[in-house]
């Protein structure tokens, strides 16, 4: 996750130089490599989860500066949450809702408990394994998804609604607009980095799944990201 959050930063600087704090988010770029070796070293859970909430605050920390259109309909301050209280948010938690769910399915498809995780917590009816199994998803997945549906203006101000209390969710409109854009994204065509073979975005969590299965019963030394 973190690794791929630093690689969204970096293209940023790459792609629209002039339209980031390049310096700024260079800095986060290093700070987080740091951190990744941190969390390479790290054998303590409570550590872990400090280590990998301070990377996602400062990747967040970024955010804004990636719509790149001039709206203030758009802004992003920092990930909030049960509710969201702006427009981004609400696009990020409906995207990440539909990850999850489709990380467990995966998983029982892999003939494992999606209940039972490692980095999250077990709760009652927490699907606690899909939500570490969609860590490295993301920021790739659903985060460049919202980016690009925001910054080419394939979603608008009146795709979502605004409640009494101030929280934010996409209207009827809104949820097939980015249900649409999320089955495209699905068929788009990825070169996998341990298969090295080419398959749809669509099947990558039923192939890490299947993977993460391998790695518990013994089949493979180690997990491959």
Known sequence: KVYNSRWILERA???HPQRVD???IKES???LAEQMK???????LEVLRGLEGSASERYFSHLDQLILIDDEQFRFENRNRRPPMDRVNAMLSFLYALLSNACAGALQQAGLDPYVGFLHRDRPGRISLA???MEEFRGLFCDRLALTMINTRVISAKDFDIKENGAVFLNDSGRKA???AWQTRKQEMILHPYLNEKIPWGLAPHVQAVLLARY?????DAYPP
């Open 13 to 15: 600087t790459r792609d």
């Open 22 to 24: 390049v310096d700024a």
């Open 29 to 31: 770029c290093r700070v």
């Open 38 to 44: 941190s969390i390479a070293a790290c054998d303590d």
């Open 131 to 133: 939500l570490d199994l």
């Open 178 to 180: 980015v249900i649409n």
């Open 216 to 220: 518990l019963r013994g089949d493979l």
